[in-house]
């Protein structure tokens, strides 16, 4: 090996790290240069925890039109980000009015509202959304959606329902009824939305305006009935009207529910505006919120700094120091994006693990071994600083449990590739973090992926120790399938499995089963014992329950049917291909059913990824299933060519 050779893996991790310490640089501010980053760090305080600004932008952006970031088709594909975006919501409305940011894509829904189809983006903007009626259109279809239980709503009810929240959230935002927005001056005192400053601080304008709706509601109703209907449908969004009575204690109270909601949502907006005049000198914090949006509004560079940064100075003092480091870390994380980065150096690692099997193979595997574990390192402190930043183990719901079964299962087929050095260690890694990378991007679209799950977690004890060590059966769970999906199509479709490869490779799968199979039994222990200290029993049948014993089932059934003999090396590799989808079952499949103490994230989109990635893998099954007469690998070696 010469000395190209030798230094050249070194190389390409040097050439990375340097990337993403590049990419780890944060944009300042300048007299020429709006300080976006600064604004975005300015901490709030939503979704139960507080957060820099960005993340609320992030996450009402991702959760209305599906990115992080907004390209503007109409004025040469200028990109903004998620803080910037916010900005313009808040200063120039109109011109926000014509993003096209909403998703809509369901040709039914699209019939609906009178939108074009618009092949490639399918995105709309709150104007076209307005025309012909398109809102009043879309609450009604979405109140209907909304009260058919969740198993006989079908994909047409699920894309309304979807649209009406995207819009409730763009609203929300628009008005900044965001709980959390300006901190009050008061010491010690909480967080407020616009509409509570209002409230607070201009209880004239809020009265009056009451008053004023409330008077007109009540002329709408009296001339139309049905009015009410419509406004308990709005107001009670995802709850039937039996739910409705239990929660509220009778039909009196949910109607003077709703329409006290109703009222504080057409006065507030009105009440808000005459308020604006009287701000500065009334409530210091929201006239310095309103300083930055007009700094913005002016394009003034300058003011728009020095008004982010009296912000920070003089507002945030209250903030306790911990949650000024979180914060601080939370908006450089969203800066650096970890996990996109994680993205891109997992196709790298696919890219060279591929390579060496065809040519340059020492100098390329160890390029690729030594890649993916910068990657490691990566995908590591990016999970750390989730854990910091929340205070809680690395597995809360769903989306942290994709990015740790990728963690995972990039850290355990790097040390099977330390052992074995084929490169199917490095290769079968880089495919689980790109793919749990890809599953993570798409459960990001349900907003906040640091908020905590629905069931009851009240101890970091039980995340801990249940939840991680079940996350991690199934991280050996699939490593083990995907290993044998490369022995299936490896040595159906390649000679590179004859002699010892295929041998390496069946043991690689029968060591990870037998990881597997410890981890997930031990975890379902954990879960029971955790269910008996939380719901007074240790097993109910719960489906979630059920996933994960049949996990432990088929990885005992996999090893019990390699110890009698009942299959071998290839047989063991198409179990381990089913027990995929057992997996992705316990991960995924049990929420879909909607019922039990389990029932978290929901979404019909899950469901459909499960079922395309079960046909894959029994089209796998069937590939195994093909005699081995017919495997390149094992069937009469092939004289060579004179």
Known sequence: MNTFQKYFPLGIVALAAVMLLGRMSVPSGSD?????????????????????????ARNSLVVISGKQEFEDPTDNNRVYKASEWLLILWSKPEQARKFRVFRADHPQVLALLGLPGRPGSYRYSLAEL?????????????????????????????????LARQVKVYRDLQFRQTPGLIPTDEPGGKWLSYGDVVAKVAPQFFREEQEKARQELAAEIQKDPGVLGQLVRRHLQGMGWEEAKREFGGEEKIARYVIDQEVRDRSLPVAREKFLASLPGTFPPAGAMDRIVDAYRSD??????????????????????????????????????????????????LLLAALSWLVW??????AAFYLACLTLVVHSAALIGRM????????????????????????????????????????????????TMLVARFLAESGDTLEMLQAVLDTNFWLATHVTTVTLGYVATFVAGLLAVGYVVGGMFTNGLRGENGKHLAGMIYGTLCFATLLSFTGTVLGGLW???????????????????????????????????LVKARGMAVLAVCGNMVAAWSWFGTNQLGIGLH????????????????????????????????????????????
């Open 32 to 56: 020429t240069r709006r300080d976006i980053y600064g604004f975005g760090r300015i901490p709030v305080q939503t979704g139960g925890r507080v957060q820099p600004m960005d993340s609320v």
């Open 130 to 162: 307005e025309e012909k009626n398109g809102m009043e259109k879309l609450e009604q279809q979405a109140s209907v959606a909304n009260e058919k239980p969740k198993e006989k709503q079908d994909h047409y009810d699920v894309r309304v329902m979807q």
């Open 300 to 349: 003034n560079p300058a003011d728009f700094n020095a008004a982010v940064a009296e912000y920070h100075e003089k507002y945030t003092a209250g903030v306790p120091d911990t949650e000024k480091r979180t914060v601080a870390l939370e908006a450089r994380m969203n800066f650096f994006d970890p996990f996109l980065q994680c993205a891109a150096l997992y196709v790298g690692v």
């Open 361 to 366: 193979h020492q100098p390329l595997r160890k």
């Open 388 to 435: 910091y930043i929340g205070n809680r183990p690395p597995v809360t719901n769903l989306y942290s449990s994709a990015v740790f079964i990728g963690w995972g299962g990039l850290a355990l087929c790097l040390v099977l590739e330390r052992f074995y050095k084929l490169g199917i260690g490095t290769f079968a890694g880089a495919v689980m973090g790109f793919a």
């Open 531 to 565: 269910a008996d200290q939380s719901w007074g029993r240790f097993w109910g049948w719960d489906p979630k329950e059920n996933g994960a014993v049949l996990v432990v089932i088929w990885n005992t059934l996999i090893l019990h049917a390699r110890w009698g003999g």
């Open 599 to 642: 029932a978290y994230g929901f979404d019909n989109r899950l469901a459909t990824g499960c079922a395309v990635f079960w046909v894959s893998q029994l089209l796998v099954v069937a590939l195994g299933m093909v005699p081995l007469q017919f495997w390149a690998s094992f069937g009469p070696a092939q004289p060579a060519k004179a």
